[in-house]
């Protein structure tokens, strides 16, 4: 049981890290639109080169965020399996014991 607890927190700090990175993803965004913002006049709001540049910068975000939690939560899934089997493994060897 008490490997069950163990891995609930390790899934914690793992999903918790990926969150960290996805808002670290994000940062860097907000300053690439800084910079874009400075160098490019904001002329109107038709679909100009500013506009694409900064909907493809939050596109490609959105997915490498996307992408990282679903990484994220295949790590937990998997690991709480794996911790699972253990378990299940453990009875067994001292039930036969």
Known sequence: ??????????ADRIIESFRD??????ESVRK???TVNGA?????ADNGPRQRI????FKMT????GTSTQLAEKIVKASQN???EADKEGGRLSKGS
């Open 1 to 10: 049981m008490t490997s069950t607890k163990t891995g609930s927190g390790s």
């Open 21 to 26: 990175t996805g808002n670290t993803a994000l």
């Open 32 to 34: 690439f639109l800084d």
């Open 40 to 44: 490019f006049p904001d002329v109107g």
């Open 54 to 57: 900064i909907d493809s910068a």
């Open 62 to 65: 959105e997915q490498l965020v």
């Open 82 to 84: 794996a911790l699972g």
